[in-house]
């Protein structure tokens, strides 16, 4: 069965502080997304990986595609970064597989 | 356009009646997707349409539903005798062809049954 597995499902953290969500899968892949969805807002997404590692401003995504492990990095995090982040997969179909998503809270 | 548009993007319906909610996907992109976020629940895919082949409707949770793409690009997904189970936001996504690169979501219609 093809499942994707966030961790954690809740992170409260300081401002400033660094923040690692995770995400594991079930089998190979052939791409992986990461996710941002503010409250009440739509989804936006953040990278989108195959291999290796991608930075963009303060967020870092990396893959390890033989441990079947993705992690989504944010380095001195901000209360403007509090949203749901979502793993999303690509098992070779068309259709993402998603995480439960974990629930970022940055207190100023 | 530049992006992908959903609308309407808020739609309060009596149970019972029909709805019909709209993507606009970006401009030569062959594939869409409609998704479906209840509340306080994952996303959960509903149906993928490819260029011209037959959608895939595995996702679609009842006969109540049914989707069309007009000519490769608008989408409609059309929830008949609507129910309060249904309340959800409905995200509309495309990507310019198989697989998942430049991949793009719309801001969602969220469908609220009373």
């Known amino acids: 069965k093809n499942e994707v597995e966030q961790s954690p499902q809740n992170l409260t953290a300081q401002e400033g502080e660094f923040i690692t969500i995770n995400c594991s899968y079930s089998?190979?892949?052939?791409?992986l997304h990461w996710l941002q969805q503010h409250p009440g807002g739509g989804i936006v997404s953040l990278f989108m990986l195959s291999s290796g590692k991608k930075k963009h401003g303060r967020l870092i995504a990396t893959i390890n595609i033989q441990e079947k492990h993705s992690s989504l990095h944010i380095t001195a995090s901000h209360p403007r970064d509090s949203a749901v982040y979502i793993c999303?997969?690509?098992?070779?179909?068309?259709?993402?597989?998603f995480g439960t998503g974990t629930r970022l809270t940055i207190i100023p | 356009g530049a992006g992908v548009s959903q609308s309407p993007s808020n739609k309060v319906t009596e149970k019972g009646k029909d709805v019909e909610l709209r993507c606009d996907p970006i401009?030569?992109?062959?594939?869409l997707y409609w998704y479906r976020q209840s509340l306080g629940q994952g996303l959960e895919f509903l149906i993928y349409f490819q260029g011209n082949s037959a959608p895939d409707k595995s996702g679609l949770p009842s006969d109540r539903f049914s989707a069309e793409r007009t000519g490769g690009s608008v989408s409609t997904l059309t929830i008949q005798r609507t129910q309060q189970e249904d309340s959800a936001v409905y995200l509309c996504?495309?990507?310019?062809?198989?697989?998942?690169?430049?991949?793009?979501f719309g801001s969602g219609t969220r469908l609220t049954v009373v």
């Open positions: 089998v190979g892949i052939s791409a």
């Open positions: 996504a495309s990507s310019p062809d198989r697989g998942s690169y430049g991949y793009t």
């Open positions: 401009s030569g992109h062959t594939a």
């Open positions: 999303a997969v690509l098992f070779g179909n068309e259709k993402l597989t």
